[in-house]
């Protein structure tokens, strides 16, 4: 975790990555050491004024991370780490709201950016784990409803040249496939307002408020507690493709042996759900990075 200085402008970098976009809502048991953190720097030393509070950014890969789920065919799913790379987190405040789906270019009144890269795991902690903190920064107060950032190979440690690190078990009837799933791909979001239970990112002067960039690993497993016919199980992968891949009775793969091991059609699933795992909260969020390539 990092606590960075204010970077208060009146446009400027998100406002930039806005343009443009388009919508979109082991062999051995690896081991996992302890997740590693780029190098942030100091985002600016400028000074924020009176009116000023802490933002909070966190991430959040859901219960489905932290708790365990069922996939559409079957498998338990227990994550032991799921490191995500992020990098040039910018919370922006926008008026008018910035909405990811209408292809408008978002208008920031004031932003904060949190220099550098950070890794971190959303399966850290219990069940009953917090969204895992990325950084804080001091920022104008007003209501921040708007969460950009780019997910970048890792520098270092055991998600190192990836953007997404996945390990845990899958079980079924008695089957199970330890696995890595190592997910090459730079993407890049940019998104609008949190929805959840509570709104976030509304800072008033002297004090704290969060947002959260929240991940739907859903959308690549399926839910086993949806219908079958449910968009988020006839729109998912699964887990039976992956575990056809398994040598050894374990998984380790990376987006190659993905697209040298799948068929066509279960690579391109793969990498058109990729742009829809970024969200905040329930808001969706613009891809910009994969889905321009």
């Known amino acids: 975790m990092q606590r960075n200085l204010i970077k208060a402008l009146t446009v400027g970098t998100l406002g930039g990555l806005a343009m443009g976009l388009s919508s979109g809502c082991a062999g051995d048991s690896p081991t996992a050491n302890s997740p590693a953190t780029g190098t942030p720097e100091t985002a600016s030393s400028e000074t924020a004024g009176d009116e000023s509070g802490t933002l909070v950014i966190r991430a959040n890969g859901e219960d489905f991370v932290r708790e365990g789920f069922t996939t559409k065919d079957g498998w338990q799913i227990e994550f032991d780490n799921v490191y995500v790379s992020l990098a040039?987190?910018?919370?922006?405040?926008?008026?008018?709201?910035?909405?990811?789906?209408?292809?408008?270019?978002?208008?920031?009144?004031?932003?904060?950016?949190?220099?550098?890269?950070?890794?971190?795991?959303?399966?850290?902690?219990?069940?009953?784990?917090?969204?895992?903190?990325?950084s804080e920064v001091e920022a104008p107060a007003g209501r921040f409803n708007a969460l950009a950032w780019r997910m970048v190979p890792a520098e270092s440690g055991p998600a190192e040249g990836y953007t997404i690190w996945m390990q845990g078990t899958a079980t079924r009837d008695g089957e199970t496939v330890p696995f890595t799933i190592k997910v090459n791909e730079e993407l890049a979001f940019t998104c609008g307002d949190f929805v959840g239970d509570e709104r976030k990112g509304i800072l008033a002067a002297g004090e704290e408020a969060e947002l959260e960039a929240t991940f739907h690993f859903d959308h690549l497993?399926?839910?086993?507690?949806?219908?079958?016919?449910?968009?988020?199980?006839?729109?998912?992968?699964?887990?039976?493709?992956?575990?056809?891949?398994?040598?050894?009775g374990a998984l380790d793969v990376d987006s190659a042996a993905l697209q040298a091991g799948l068929s066509q059609t279960d690579y391109t699933t793969f990498l058109s759900i990729l742009p829809s795992l970024g969200h905040v909260g329930e808001g969706?969020?613009?891809?910009?990075?994969?889905?321009?390539?």
Do not use: M, Y
């Open 88 to 134: 040039d987190i910018t919370a922006a405040q926008t008026d008018p709201p910035f909405d990811p789906e209408a292809g408008n270019t978002l208008e920031a009144k004031a932003e904060v950016k949190i220099e550098g890269t950070q890794v971190v795991d959303l399966a850290e902690g219990d069940a009953t784990a917090d969204p895992v903190v990325v």
């Open 221 to 248: 497993f399926g839910d086993g507690d949806a219908p079958a016919d449910d968009s988020i199980n006839t729109g998912a992968l699964g887990f039976d493709p992956l575990a056809a891949l398994a040598a050894n």
């Open 284 to 293: 969706h969020c613009a891809e910009v990075r994969l889905t321009s390539l």
